[in-house]
């Protein structure tokens, strides 16, 4: 199956640029299987990553994330922090995140402190959690479809 990834214009004609691989969903629905084959990371307290992250495991974030993730479990310490996109099946977060967060199951610690928006099916917050932010509430085949995020609005 071909999907278009970019609109290209070339002289006066668009042309779009397909690609080979299968379209992917953002959130598995089902945990991965096998802890050996996933194992977990951890990114150290004093450890500041720019860029994107992607793994099909549980990631721990003690340290500091400026830009997105795409992972299977996130589980943010106390002391760490995230300014970017989260996409995720499950959402465990103690520490601060500043940007949106897409997960089917998020639960927010007494030490949270979130700025931005999180789209979740269930959520847990805990008393003394800080949140400047607007929890929408999507069904299931919100995250089976959410393939690419939607854009960001001023």
Do not use: Y
Not at 17 to 31: D, E, G, N, V
């Amino acid at each position: 199956m071909m999907t278009p990834t970019a609109g290209v214009l070339k002289g006066n004609q668009k042309w779009r640029r397909m690609s080979a691989l299968p379209k992917r969903t953002l959130i598995r629905m089902q945990p991965v299987n096998g802890s050996a084959a996933h194992p977990k990371s951890h990114i150290g307290t004093g450890l500041t990553i720019t860029g994107n992250l992607e793994t099909d495991g549980e990631l721990h974030v003690h340290g500091k994330v400026q830009g997105s993730l795409c992972v299977d479990r996130l589980v943010l310490a106390a002391n760490g922090e995230v300014d970017g996109d989260i996409v995720a099946r499950d959402v465990h977060i103690c520490g601060r995140v500043n940007g949106r967060v897409f997960a089917l199951n998020v639960v927010l610690d007494s030490t949270a402190d979130i700025k931005g928006r999180i789209f979740h099916h269930t959520v847990e917050v805990a008393r003394g959690a800080r949140i400047d932010a607007r929890m929408p509430w999507r069904p299931l085949n919100f995250f089976e479809t959410l393939d690419q995020l939607p854009e960001t609005q001023p």
